[in-house]
């Protein structure tokens, strides 16, 4: 079962490139497959395959099947662009309120897709995304245009008032077709955060020891 991929920090290579800035929600992160021939048939964590009976995470499947389901599945068997694919991956970010850091509190949770990935081709360029399933539950698209250094410091100082951050998409074309690229940005509240729930150690991991990204 294909996995999301691991998002880097700022890459300052990317500046200039034109870009989609989606609200990054602090949850865990939730794939699930559907077949053509199945339909909604198997389930994960970024790490591990699951069932609705996983004490953690399996309330998420149901959760997101009623949510997202018969939608999705509308659209993947009508829309031209998707209606000869045999499968997709949808990933979602399964939540509540008082989450932190992939930590959940035992209340009302809810879960947002944020991603699709078809089969054979990828993950859903971020423009196409917003067209195809943007009349969804989708993360709030917070910025378009060009990735920027003045973009970068409103995202770091929240002037936003983001929970978390972003996740930055852009495409790459090659031969024709259309590779996504991920960047993400942390607020610096959310980062200082980490630090005094869990020290330096946990900082630098989640800034993958450059602590100049704390800025």
Aim: aromatic share 14%; glycine share 8%; proline share 2%.
């Amino acid at each position: 079962m294909k996995q999301y991929p691991r998002i880097g920090y700022f890459d300052e290579s990317l500046i200039g490139q034109y870009c989609y800035a989606f609200d990054k929600l602090d949850g865990s992160n939730i794939r699930l497959e559907f077949s053509k021939k199945k339909g909604w048939y198997k389930f994960g964590t970024r790490n591990e395959i699951i069932s609705n009976l996983n004490s953690q995470f399996g309330k998420s499947i149901d959760l997101f099947i009623d949510k997202y389901g018969n939608d999705l599945e509308e659209i993947f068997k009508s829309d031209k662009q998707y209606r000869n694919s045999i499968g997709f991956v949808a990933f979602a970010e399964y939540f509540g309120t008082n989450s932190f850091a992939g930590q959940h509190k035992d209340e009302k949770m809810d879960i947002k897709l944020f991603d699709i990935s078809q089969y054979k081709r990828g993950l859903v360029p971020p423009k196409e995304f917003i067209e195809k399933f943007g009349h969804l539950d989708i993360p709030d698209l917070v910025y378009q245009g060009d990735y920027n250094l003045d973009m970068i410091s409103t995202i770091r100082n929240n002037k936003l008032g983001l929970k978390e951050g972003v996740v930055i998409k852009g495409v790459y074309k090659t031969k024709g077709n259309d590779i996504v690229w991920m960047s993400k940005v942390k607020t610096n509240d959310w980062l200082l955060k980490i630090k005094e729930k869990f020290g330096e150690k946990a900082l630098l991991e989640e800034l993958n020891g450059n602590k100049s990204l704390l800025v």
